[in-house]
């Protein structure tokens, strides 16, 4: 990597198991959300288990995406790989894993240029995940970047379950 930032195997562990399908039974137990961060000497991205989370962690919120931007700190950078659930007006559900990069603008300046020139690294350990964010600061959260990466304007009908007005 041009930062000389390593990914840990089990970052690329985890993300193949996001892109595997689950059987029906074991949807509560899939990975929704992967958070990654660099360990304390910058050497490594790894995973940070208190922060990822199973869909069965969200089960009993009203606005899953929402409470996926609340684990985005406000002075800390980090890695997401983002299992949402969609539907359009043509198709059913549709399921796509989206690449998030979270480099606040109140995060310090050494943090925010380490990760953004780690993540093109990282994402090489991605295959097939399709759709990218890059956000710096609250308004990048709102839900309309993330419908701009599933299609074309009014193409989205919901998200987790919540209908697009």
Request: aromatic share 6%; hydrophobic share 30%.
């Amino acid at each position: 990597m041009a930062s000389g930032v390593a990914v840990d195997e089990e970052v690329e562990k985890m993300i193949q198991k996001m892109q595997m399908p689950c059987s029906k039974g074991g949807k509560d137990e899939r990975l929704k959300l992967l958070i990654m961060r660099l360990n304390e000497d910058d050497t490594r991205i790894v995973v940070d288990h208190d922060c990822t989370r199973c869909q069965k962690d969200f089960s009993s919120e009203d606005d899953i995406y929402k409470e996926v931007m609340k684990t985005f700190k406000d002075d800390q950078c980090c890695y997401a790989v983002y299992d949402c659930f969609y539907q359009t007006k043509e198709a059913s559900s549709k399921e796509e894993l989206v690449f998030i990069t979270w480099c606040p603008d109140l995060a310090p300046v050494k943090q925010r240029m380490l990760y953004g020139s780690s993540a093109t690294g990282l994402k090489s350990k991605c295959p097939g995940i399709k759709h990218q964010l890059q956000m710096n600061d609250q308004s990048d959260k709102d839900i309309s970047n993330l419908i701009e990466k599933f299609g074309t304007k009014g193409a989205v009908r919901e998200v987790e379950g919540k209908p697009i007005h």
